[in-house]
């Protein structure tokens, strides 16, 4: 079926939205009426049995600092350089807001856990779109941070559970160039691909 998708906004959207870097965002981030709604969008994503398996922590103000201590902690305790130290110190001042995405997946007899994971790594992906639709800079990142179990305590999370993503949200200082996307040829095929067993 032939559909008609000119003048769509929401395909025009989705064909040129860019993520904004974390150091080219500043103030203001959104209120926190326009947070609810894209945290509200960020949750409606696919969920098979829906189980929920994600949470999200909004983190502004001292929050940040606060953070990014904890951070900067670890990476001490770790023997780090002292400039790595101190860029994960500031990582979360970047942006005047971040919302940490928590993949909080359950021990069920059917729904195996990667399902879940990926059902927040789908809600880190609509909330960025859904920020950057709303007008925002926004990027999904990780770095260490991500993989540190004392920031993952500190917001909540337990031993079984991830961070996904921070989703940094803030005003672009810059307008981002557009980034090099695969040729459709390389990453789709339109028929079962053939196989030496044929
Ligand atoms: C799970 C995940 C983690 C990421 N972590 C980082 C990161 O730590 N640092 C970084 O520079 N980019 C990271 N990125 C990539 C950024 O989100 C990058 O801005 C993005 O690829 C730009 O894509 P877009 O313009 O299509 O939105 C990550 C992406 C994903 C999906």
Redesign the pocket.
Same mark, same amino acid.
């Given at each position: 079926m032939q559909v008609n998708i000119q003048d769509n906004p929401v395909i025009d959207f989705l064909q040129n939205?860019?993520?904004v870097?974390a150091r080219n965002m500043r103030t203001p981030g959104p209120d926190r009426d326009t947070l609810e709604i894209i945290l509200s969008i960020g949750a409606r994503v696919p969920d098979h049995g829906k189980l929920t398996p994600w949470r999200f922590v909004v983190i502004e103000g001292d929050d940040c600092a606060k953070l990014g201590d904890i951070a900067a902690m670890g990476l001490a305790e770790r023997g780090e350089e002292p400039d790595m130290i101190a860029a994960a110190r500031a990582q979360f001042l970047r942006a005047p807001c971040v919302v940490a995405v928590l993949a909080c997946p359950r021990v069920h007899p059917k729904i195996p856990r990667s399902e879940q994971i990926y059902s927040a790594?789908a809600a880190?992906?609509l909330l960025?779109a859904a920020a950057q639709a709303a007008g925002f800079a926004a990027?999904?990142?990780?770095?260490s941070a #991500?993989y540190d179990t004392a920031i993952r305590a500190r917001l909540g999370g337990g031993p079984d559970d991830e961070i #996904?993503?921070f989703i940094y949200i803030g005003t672009r200082t810059e307008e981002?160039a557009e980034?090099t996307r695969p040729p459709l040829d390389d990453i789709a095929v339109f028929a079962l691909p053939e196989t030496s067993a044929e």
């Open positions: 939205r860019r993520s870097l790594g880190c992906m960025t990027q999904w990142l990780t770095g #991500a #996904a993503g981002p980034r």
